[in-house]
């Protein structure tokens, strides 16, 4: 096969070594509030809770939208409905130094969007990349890091990279950035080089299209780094491979919430925070730590 341009690799981290101590359980739930007893929290922010609408500002929850079951950015802890991983972690951060209480609200990833829409979340914290096209529904703001990464079985029999992906069967997450996004640029690339495009293998999360590879229905698996660098090392026949646009994800916010700038704030004061540090080394992703909280800062 021809070799094809990649796309643009910004950084090469060391997903695969990922030791993160977590059980991913089988729970469902559509929502959680209770955030158990060692989950981190923030004092309010007199500053943050200031720009808050009148109606909040003594008090009130947010309804925060978070994807299913993905450690170690979303998961059950074992036997309970109580959500936490990196995501949920920092809603309530944000939430705390807004002096308000986070409300989880379990949905998947390709819902979040239109139930802002319609009403029923306030924010979401689910690892979404800010791009124009999503700007025109919701306002963002940078809160962590990450790449996105190539799971393929152990070894690499197909010698699978960004460069050799046309015609494969390649496994996805639902309205994520790596299908609406940069799929599109590899069809194109391999347009040009005579090859045929890539085969996608759409699923509503990341543990199906890791099912998928493991079942040899799909070739590899393209999805967030951390989320794939937890899979690899809970299963020996994994690994990863390429991996490429480690850039911030943002929280999400609908344009007419009246919440942005308080939220900006809270942001700011959360990743300035020894919190957010101590967060980030319970997973073993303190390469994910940014030190500015960037609005409508936007990606690809």
Known sequence: MNSIPALPRRSRSTVA????AILLTGCAAQSTSEPGADAPAMQPVAGAVALLPDELQDGGVLRVAIPTNEPPTQFYREGTHEMTGINPDIA?????????????EVTTFDTIIPGMSAGRYDLTVSSMTPTEERM???D???YVQMGSA?????GNPQDLSFDELCGKRVA????????????PGFDQACEEAGEKPLEILQFQDTRQAVSALLSDRADVVYADSPILGYAVSQDSKLEVGDENDFAPVAVGIPHDAGTLDAIAAAVDAVIASPEYEKLLANYGLESMAIT?????AAQG
Do not use: E, H, M
């Open 292 to 296: 500015d909280a960037r609005v409508n």
């Open 140 to 142: 963002f703001v940078d």
């Open 92 to 104: 309530r951060l944000i939430a705390g130094a807004l002096g308000l209480d986070a409300q989880i």
């Open 17 to 20: 070594l990922l030791g993160v």
């Open 136 to 138: 025109t529904q919701l």
């Open 150 to 154: 190539l799971a393929v079985p152990a």
């Open 172 to 183: 996805v997450l639902k309205g994520s950035y790596q299908l609406t996004v940069n799929v």
